[in-house]
């Protein structure tokens, strides 16, 4: 069995557009980058309409994997920006 990949992922690799996917599941494309980089949660709804709109069964993504950064990134990020502004 293939392993699953990241609704994201999936866009990227196949070139689909994110609004043409929140247009076809009925939902706003700022509502689906929320929820590809793990702002929002997948309920079990959104992650039909979604496998629907790409014409995939649902078990083939794995809702799990968003783009969101690691939090080791995002805190020397914040690290950085504290240090600039004490300099």
């Given at each position: 069995?293939?392993?699953?990949?990241?609704?994201?992922?999936?866009?990227?690799?196949?070139?689909?557009?994110?609004?043409?996917?929140?247009?076809?599941?009925?939902?706003?494309?700022?509502?689906?980058?929320?929820?590809?980089?793990?702002?929002?949660?997948?309920?079990?709804?959104?992650?039909?309409?979604?496998?629907?709109?790409?014409?995939?069964?649902?078990?083939?993504?794995?809702?799990?994997?968003?783009?969101?950064?690691?939090?080791?990134?995002?805190?020397?990020?914040s690290?950085?920006?504290?240090?600039?502004?004490?300099?």
């Amino acid at each position: 069995m293939a392993s699953r990949v990241g609704p994201g992922q999936y866009l990227q690799e196949t070139g689909r557009k994110g609004t043409w996917v929140a247009r076809r599941m009925g939902i706003s494309p700022t509502y689906l980058s929320n929820l590809l980089h793990g702002h929002r949660p997948w309920s079990l709804p959104l992650r039909e309409r979604f496998a629907g709109a790409v014409g995939k069964a649902e078990a083939e993504f794995d809702f799990a994997k968003t783009y969101a950064k690691p939090a080791a990134t995002l805190c020397r990020q914040s690290m950085e920006i504290v240090e600039e502004r004490a300099s």
